[in-house]
């Protein structure tokens, strides 16, 4: 039996809940502990029985927000390329991660490991691919040095997860400045 597409009125009601979701990690810096399922339903005009519907678990609905989040990411280097100069889309674009992973750090935080693993087996990929294109933009323009590869800017982009949340404004900039400036070509 063939799977049939879901309603159109459905996916507009599951758009609206991650919606809802990402607004409310937002708010609260991307603590998930505080995000209130009823809350998100309310806020997304939907039922709590439509939220369980799409979202069996508040790791579902983390989850999605992640694979969400992480598509608007990867989707924003084309546009940063066409704008900038190689180095300065890339700059751009870990300014934009620093900005997710606030959102990141609390998701993260909250989803399972047998969740984790399904999404990085589908997702994290298209993360690398995108540092990879940034990479030999840069690389092509003179402007990164040829040994950097994406597995070595995902390893310097790990010390973010051990900033401390006191902390996070006042060096999380600082370590994307150092992290250019490691990867710029001399």
């Not at 810096?29 to 369980?52: E, F, M, P, R």
């Not at 989850?63 to 890339?90: I, S, W």
């Not at 997702?123 to 995108?130: F, K, S």
């Amino acid at each position: 039996m063939a799977r049939r597409e879901p309603r159109s009125d459905a996916v507009a009601n599951r758009d609206r809940i991650v919606e809802a979701a990402r607004a409310a990690l937002s708010r609260s810096n991307g603590a998930s502990a505080d995000l209130k399922l009823h809350g998100v339903a309310k806020a997304a005009g939907v039922g709590q029985g439509t939220l369980y519907r799409h979202f069996p678990t508040r790791e579902h609905l983390l989850a999605e927000v992640y694979r969400y989040e992480l598509a608007q990411l990867v989707d924003a280097v084309a546009p940063l390329l066409a704008e900038h100069p190689p180095l300065r889309a890339l700059t751009c674009w870990l300014q934009r991660l620093v900005e997710y992973a606030r959102v990141k750090r609390g998701v993260m935080a909250a989803i399972e490991a047998s969740a984790w693993r399904d999404l990085s087996s589908g997702h994290h990929h298209r993360l690398n691919e995108a540092i990879g294109t940034l990479l030999d933009r840069g690389k092509a323009a003179a402007e990164v040095r040829d040994e950097v590869d994406a597995t070595d800017v995902v390893l310097l982009l790990g010390a973010l997860s051990r900033i401390p949340e006191p902390e996070w404004d006042a060096r999380a900039d600082t370590l994307v400045a150092v992290i250019v400036d490691g990867i710029r070509r001399r």
